[in-house]
């Protein structure tokens, strides 16, 4: 395992032995779509995993990214009684060859996650077995300790959820979408005040409101890919999918 999962693990872990056997946190968020978007290249983003996560009455999806071959990162609000995580997928509605089917050993979502602010919203998932890197499964990067993204800096997410607001159909194949970084401001002072819990230190403000394209619920857990870095989480926003959205900064659970 590289160092700088070494590193992630010990400020995350602590809080698995916290729980009692078989305690999760409440269900996560319906799926969702990314909106505005494209149908990706197949396989060109082999970090991706889709999450079928399982809770008591209910089944819901997310998003998450490989760092080790045994750890995926998703949103804390993509919890549940049981997850089962699929790597190398392109289509999540056909069986693939390059698909890996593996289920989840240990959920740990960070200890100061709040489900009413969404402070904190990140989960390490160890899988039952480490996962085999091939060209369609790969690990993506993680930033350094408190590095912030630029302004204007365009990045790109991917998702396997419904194409628009209206639609409840879920896509075949996975969509991807590039938005535009904003200042911290552009959520602080929207004018319905639906930001008032954006909090700047472990937040990020993304999409750019002139523009119809934005993650939206089922994203969540999904990376914020910058170049070839995963910077942040796809975390929550508005219920009808516009833009700007919050998204988790990964680097605040570096050392």
Known sequence: MSLTMQLLILVLLPVAFRLPPG????????????????????????????????????????????????????AAHCNGDMITMYLGAHSIKQQEQSQQKISVRRHIPHHQFSRETRNNDIMLLQLEHKAELNEQVRLIRLPPAHRRVQRGTVCSIVGWG????????????????????????????YLSGIYRKYKTVMMMCVGDPKEHKASF??????????????????????????????????SIVRP
Request: glycine share 12%; charged share 25%.
């Open 162 to 189: 419904r194409t628009s607001a209206l639609s409840k159909g879920l896509p075949r194949t996975l969509r991807e979408v590039d938005l535009k970084v904003l200042d911290d401001e552009a959520c602080l002072n």
């Open 23 to 74: 305690s999760q946190a409440e269900p996560g968020l319906t799926p969702g779509e990314i909106i505005g978007g494209w149908k990706a290249q197949p396989h060109f983003r082999p970090y991706m995993a889709y999450l079928e996560i399982q809770h008591r009455d209910k089944k819901s999806c997310c998003g998450g990214f490989l760092v080790s071959e045994n750890f995926v990162l998703t």
């Open 217 to 250: 619920k089922g994203d969540s857990g999904g990376p914020l890919v910058c170049g070839k870095t995963a910077q942040d989480i796809v975390s929550w926003g508005p219920v009808n999918g516009s833009p700007p959205r919050v998204y988790t900064r990964v």
